[in-house]
């Protein structure tokens, strides 16, 4: 009895790892954008320890939403994947359309999660604590390292926060 349970429940941790990808919330005009701009591009599927963490702290490991620009607008970071590389593609929302930003080589991309305004990061690069004035993109690689990244002035700024 207790191995069948455990099947079970193995079971279903081996079917949320397979659905978290496909179960992603990215918004139509997002991924139009994402369309548009990057060629054969997909959702990458994560590893099972990413996915267990990931249903456990109740987040979506592959899309993150927040106002990464401060305009009051729902955004999204979306953790894509294309024929030779793994990107951070974010869709800035406006009144009247979505502006994408990609963050070409992620410090980590086992996840990426929204970091809340005015929460604090220490940064192992400039070994000194900051505030972030909006929403940050964090990413992470699980358990080892991670970056948070900032959008001012039109770009995205890194903080090395997890080392």
């Not at 701009?37 to 590893?47: C, N, Q, R």
Request: glycine share 6%; aromatic share 8%; net charge negative.
């Amino acid at each position: 009895m207790r191995v069948s349970i455990g099947l079970f429940l193995f079971a279903l941790l081996l079917a949320s790892v397979s659905t978290v990808s496909a179960a992603t919330t990215i918004k139509a005009p997002c991924r139009s954008a994402i369309d548009s701009e990057l060629k054969s591009w997909h959702v990458p599927a994560v590893s099972k320890d990413v996915a267990a963490w990931a249903l456990q702290e109740h987040f979506n490991p592959v899309v993150a939403a927040g106002d990464f620009d401060g305009n009051g607008e729902s955004d999204q970071a979306v953790l894509v994947e294309t024929r030779d590389s793994l990107k951070i593609a974010v869709c800035l929302s406006k009144q009247h359309g979505v502006t994408l930003r990609l963050i070409e080589q992620p410090y980590c991309s086992d996840y990426v999660a929204v970091s809340p305004a005015r929460s604090e990061h220490y940064n192992y690069e400039t070994d000194a604590t900051e505030r972030i004035e909006r929403d940050g993109i964090s990413v992470g690689c699980l358990e080892k390292a991670g970056a948070t990244y900032v959008y001012e002035r039109g770009t995205f700024r890194r903080i090395v926060d997890s080392d």
